[in-house]
């Protein structure tokens, strides 16, 4: 359960076009649960998850991910797990 204030605080900051970037300890999954529920995420955006620990592979889902972005509508999210970062 969020805190109280949470999510209206978040509205505000969107409204006046201020990005927001979210850092959490939680698993993977329970972020991007989070990411939805305060609404950083809407439900119709895609979520790339970046994960590796090698430039090659990391280099190579930057290039996917710019592609998927440059195609996404809705725009898109990315999210990044501990050992990725």
């Known amino acids: 359960r969020l805190q ?10 969107r409204n006046a076009d201020i990005k927001v970037w979210m850092l959490t300890g ?24 970046l994960s590796g620990t090698t430039h ?10 710019s592609n998927s972005a440059y195609e996404a509508a809705q725009g898109i999210a990315m999210v990044l797990d501990g050992s990725t970062l």
Do not use: W
Not at 58 to 64: E, T, V
């Open 26 to 49: 939680d698993k993977v999954e329970t972020g991007i649960c989070i990411a939805r529920s305060t609404r950083l995420v809407d439900r119709s955006q895609r979520i790339f998850h």
């Open 4 to 13: 109280p204030d949470v999510q209206r605080s978040l509205e505000e900051l």
């Open 56 to 65: 090659t592979d990391l280099s190579n889902q930057f290039d996917l991910f």
